[in-house]
């Protein structure tokens, strides 16, 4: 499974930039939520060009900032990237973005369908995310019982399941090293 170190809330604005009025979480807090919904990690770097570029296309995104509500949005910048390979299932390129079910696990076919296929996790930018995100919301929601169309409204009448892997906590706070991160040119994609 998947591992991370974590940081206690308030330590940090969790936005980093990639849009304030969202709910951004760490991995502990969105794996202990009470609200059963898919996680949206993004692992980017501050040094990074093509993560700045990012942020500054998902900032102002109303689309982005809409659709995060379904999901427990997390950020992970710097040394908080996770060690664990799963959070690199086609290498340690950055800025990357993978969507888990709600009990923690990849989906691997949630992939940024337009970019590179050599690095299925690098978004560019706000559309292609907003994509992925369309395609996850109907993959995970896909039962027929959650009714999106009360979304708009702000009323969330979502059945989001349940979390099922019982060691998910212990996994999420391993510490972790970023030694390994792969230096790839914004040109290759």
């Not at 994509?131 to 979502?158: P, Q, T, V, W």
């Not at 090293?177 to 040119?185: G, H």
Request: glycine share 6%.
């Amino acid at each position: 499974m998947f591992s991370c170190r974590y940081l206690r809330k308030g330590d940090l604005d969790l936005s980093r930039g990639f849009g304030d009025g969202i709910k951004w979480m760490t991995l502990k807090s969105a794996a202990e939520a009470e609200e059963k919904k898919p996680f949206f990690i993004l692992i980017h770097k501050t040094w990074c060009g093509a993560c700045q570029n990012l942020k500054e296309s998902l900032r102002d995104s109303i689309k982005f900032k809409e659709l995060s509500e379904l999901f427990h949005m997390i950020n992970l910048e710097d040394e908080e990237e996770p060690e664990d390979d799963g959070y690199a299932p086609d290498g340690k390129y950055i800025p990357r973005l993978l969507f888990l079910d709600n009990s923690g696990h990849l989906n691997d076919d949630l992939i940024n369908e337009n970019g590179n296929p050599k690095y299925k996790y690098f978004y560019s930018n706000a559309e292609q995310v907003i994509l992925s995100m369309e395609k996850a919301i109907e993959k995970f929601y896909e039962d027929g019982e959650d009714d999106l169309s009360d979304f708009e409204d702000g009323e969330e009448n979502l059945d989001y399941g349940e979390y099922t892997d019982e060691n998910l906590l212990d996994e999420l706070s391993k510490a972790n090293d970023t030694e390994n991160v792969e230096n790839v040119s914004h040109d290759e994609f």
